[in-house]
C-alpha cells in the first residue's frame, strides 16, 4: 500500500519552477527575482483601526472590485479577484477547457502556464518566440500552430522571461486568428505595468476573444496580499468565480482592505519601484557593454523587470553552478523556460545588490 500511495503522488502534476524558486534560488545576490522589491507596509497610508479579520466578501469585495474595476476601465462584473495572478491563470484556463482540449502556448514559456495546462489535461501544443527575431510574438507562428481543435492561446505581455513588449496592432491579429476558429486568447498581463510611459491597455479591451490576467505582485512589490485578478466576460467571470468555491470560500480581509488602500496609492508605490528598475536597468546596459558582458547575447528590450541573456560559450548550467557556488549569486536556469543556453535575471530589488551581482557575474565569466 505504502508503495502505491508514493506511486500516486509522483504521478500527481507540479511545478518544477516553483519548487526550484523556493527551495534553491536564494543567494547572497539574488539575481533570480522576477518582481520588484517588497512595498514596506510602514509607508502604506494605513493604521491598524481600518483593518478588520472579517467582512462582507462573497464573489468578490465590492470595493475591491471597483478598485480593479476603474484602474482597468471596465465593469465590475469584468472582474474576478484571484489569489496572485497564478491562480487567476488557473481559474481561466479550468474554466475555458476541458481535458482533451488543445491548447496553443507561447515557446519559450514561464513553466506554471505550462504545467497548469497538463495539470488541467489539455493537449498542450507549442509556437515559437525565435530569438532571431528577439523573442517577437509572430502571429505568422500561431497561424501555423492552430488547428481547428484549438480551443486557447496562452500568451505573455510582456513576454517571461524576456520583456518583449508585444503591439497591440499584433494582439488583434492574434485575436482575429482565435475568432476565426472560435478560439479565446489568455493574455498574462503581470509585467505590462512595467512599461512605464504610455503603458498599453490590457488586451481585454480588444474583444470578447481576450480573457487577461494580473495582480499586484511582480511590478509593485505587494505580493503578499495576493491581490491578483481575471478580466473576462461577466458569464465566464461568474463561472470563474463559482470554479474558485473549491479553493477557498472567501480571500483574507485584511488583505483585501490593504489592496484596496494599494490601488489608492497605486501611482506612489509603482514609482518606487521605478526608481530601482530603472537604475538597475542602466546598470546592465553598461553591463552589456563590458568585455565581460560581450560573453553573453542579450535580448534588447526597453521595458520590464526580468533580462533573458544567452551564454555564447560553455555550459551554461555549469556557469550557473559555479556563479553560485564560488560567487554567492543567483540567476534562473533557462531551462525552466525551455531554453537552456540561457539564464534570466532580475532587476528591481536593490540597486546597490543588482550591481554587486553583476560584478560577480562579470567575475565568473573568466573561471
Given at each position: 500500500?505504502?508503495?502505491?500511495?508514493?506511486?500516486?503522488?509522483?504521478?500527481?502534476?507540479?511545478?518544477?519552477?516553483?519548487?526550484?524558486?523556493?527551495?534553491?534560488?536564494?543567494?547572497?545576490?539574488?539575481?533570480?527575482?522576477?518582481?520588484?522589491?517588497?512595498?514596506?507596509?510602514?509607508?502604506?497610508?494605513?493604521?491598524?483601526?481600518?483593518?478588520?479579520?472579517?467582512?462582507?466578501?462573497?464573489y468578490g469585495y465590492?470595493?475591491?472590485?471597483?478598485?480593479?474595476?476603474?484602474?482597468?476601465?471596465?465593469?465590475?462584473?469584468?472582474?474576478?479577484?484571484?489569489?496572485?495572478?497564478?491562480?487567476?491563470?488557473?481559474?481561466?484556463?479550468?474554466?475555458?477547457?476541458?481535458?482533451?482540449?488543445?491548447?496553443?502556448?507561447?515557446?519559450?514559456?514561464?513553466?506554471?502556464?505550462?504545467?497548469?495546462?497538463?495539470?488541467?489535461?489539455?493537449?498542450?501544443?507549442?509556437?515559437?518566440?525565435?530569438?532571431?527575431?528577439?523573442?517577437?510574438l509572430d502571429p505568422?507562428?500561431?497561424?501555423?500552430?492552430?488547428?481547428?481543435?484549438?480551443?486557447?492561446?496562452?500568451?505573455?505581455?510582456?513576454?517571461?522571461?524576456?520583456?518583449?513588449l508585444t503591439p497591440?496592432?499584433?494582439?488583434?491579429?492574434?485575436?482575429?486568428?482565435?475568432?476565426?476558429?472560435?478560439?479565446?486568447?489568455?493574455?498574462?498581463?503581470?509585467?505590462?505595468?512595467?512599461?512605464?510611459?504610455?503603458?498599453?491597455?490590457?488586451?481585454?479591451?480588444?474583444?470578447?476573444?481576450?480573457?487577461?490576467?494580473?495582480?499586484?505582485?511582480?511590478?509593485?512589490?505587494?505580493?503578499?496580499?495576493?491581490?491578483?485578478?481575471?478580466?473576462?466576460?461577466?458569464?465566464?467571470?461568474?463561472?470563474?468565480?463559482?470554479?474558485?468555491?473549491?479553493?477557498?470560500?472567501?480571500?483574507?480581509?485584511?488583505?483585501?482592505?490593504?489592496?484596496?488602500?494599494?490601488?489608492?496609492?497605486?501611482?506612489?508605490?509603482?514609482?518606487?519601484?521605478?526608481?530601482?528598475?530603472?537604475?538597475?536597468?542602466?546598470?546592465?546596459?553598461?553591463?552589456?557593454?563590458?568585455?565581460?558582458?560581450?560573453?553573453?547575447?542579450?535580448?534588447?528590450?526597453?521595458?520590464?523587470?526580468?533580462?533573458?541573456?544567452?551564454?555564447?560559450?560553455?555550459?551554461?548550467?555549469?556557469?550557473?553552478?559555479?556563479?553560485?557556488?564560488?560567487?554567492?549569486?543567483?540567476?534562473?536556469?533557462?531551462?525552466?523556460?525551455?531554453?537552456?543556453?540561457?539564464?534570466?535575471?532580475?532587476?528591481?530589488?536593490?540597486?546597490?545588490?543588482?550591481?554587486?551581482?553583476?560584478?560577480?557575474?562579470?567575475?565568473?565569466?573568466?573561471?
Open positions: 500500500m505504502r508503495e502505491e500511495i508514493s506511486a500516486k503522488l509522483m504521478r500527481q502534476k507540479h511545478s518544477t519552477y516553483m519548487q526550484w524558486a523556493k527551495l534553491q534560488s536564494k543567494a547572497r545576490f539574488n539575481l533570480a527575482t522576477s518582481g520588484v522589491a517588497a512595498y514596506p507596509l510602514s509607508e502604506l497610508p494605513v493604521t491598524i483601526d481600518q483593518l478588520e479579520i472579517n467582512g462582507e466578501s462573497t465590492a470595493p475591491l472590485q471597483h478598485a480593479i474595476a476603474k484602474k482597468n476601465n471596465v465593469d465590475p462584473d469584468n472582474v474576478v479577484a484571484a489569489a496572485g495572478t497564478s491562480m487567476a491563470n488557473h481559474l481561466a484556463m479550468a474554466t475555458v477547457i476541458e481535458p482533451g482540449d488543445e491548447v496553443l502556448i507561447e515557446q519559450p514559456a514561464y513553466e506554471l502556464l505550462v504545467s497548469t495546462a497538463q495539470y488541467l489535461r489539455a493537449k498542450v501544443t507549442r509556437f515559437p518566440r525565435h530569438e532571431a527575431s528577439n523573442f517577437a505568422t507562428e500561431i497561424r501555423k500552430a492552430i488547428t481547428p481543435k484549438t480551443t486557447l492561446i496562452v500568451i505573455t505581455n510582456l513576454h517571461n522571461p524576456t520583456s518583449v497591440e496592432s499584433t494582439l488583434r491579429e492574434i485575436g482575429e486568428l482565435a475568432r476565426s476558429i472560435k478560439a479565446q486568447v489568455l493574455v498574462d498581463e503581470v509585467y505590462l505595468d512595467a512599461v512605464y510611459e504610455n503603458t498599453p491597455s490590457s488586451a481585454f479591451h480588444l474583444g470578447p476573444e481576450f480573457i487577461t490576467t494580473n495582480s499586484l505582485t511582480k511590478v509593485y512589490g505587494l505580493s503578499g496580499l495576493r491581490c491578483g485578478w481575471i478580466l473576462a466576460q461577466p458569464d465566464q467571470a461568474r463561472a470563474m468565480y463559482h470554479l474558485n468555491d473549491l479553493f477557498g470560500a472567501v480571500p483574507p480581509h485584511p488583505a483585501e482592505l490593504l489592496s484596496v488602500i494599494a490601488f489608492q496609492n497605486l501611482k506612489k508605490i509603482r514609482e518606487r519601484a521605478r526608481a530601482i528598475v530603472e537604475a538597475d536597468r542602466q546598470l546592465l546596459t553598461n553591463f552589456y557593454t563590458t568585455p565581460e558582458g560581450q560573453s553573453f547575447v542579450r535580448v534588447p528590450t526597453k521595458f520590464g523587470t526580468t533580462s533573458f541573456p544567452r551564454l555564447k560559450k560553455g555550459n551554461t548550467d555549469a556557469f550557473i553552478t559555479h556563479l553560485r557556488e564560488k560567487h554567492e549569486t543567483s540567476v534562473v536556469p533557462g531551462s525552466f523556460f525551455e531554453m537552456p543556453s540561457h539564464f534570466r535575471m532580475g532587476l528591481g530589488v536593490s540597486t546597490k545588490m543588482f550591481a554587486e551581482g553583476l560584478q560577480r557575474l562579470a567575475q565568473a565569466t573568466h573561471a
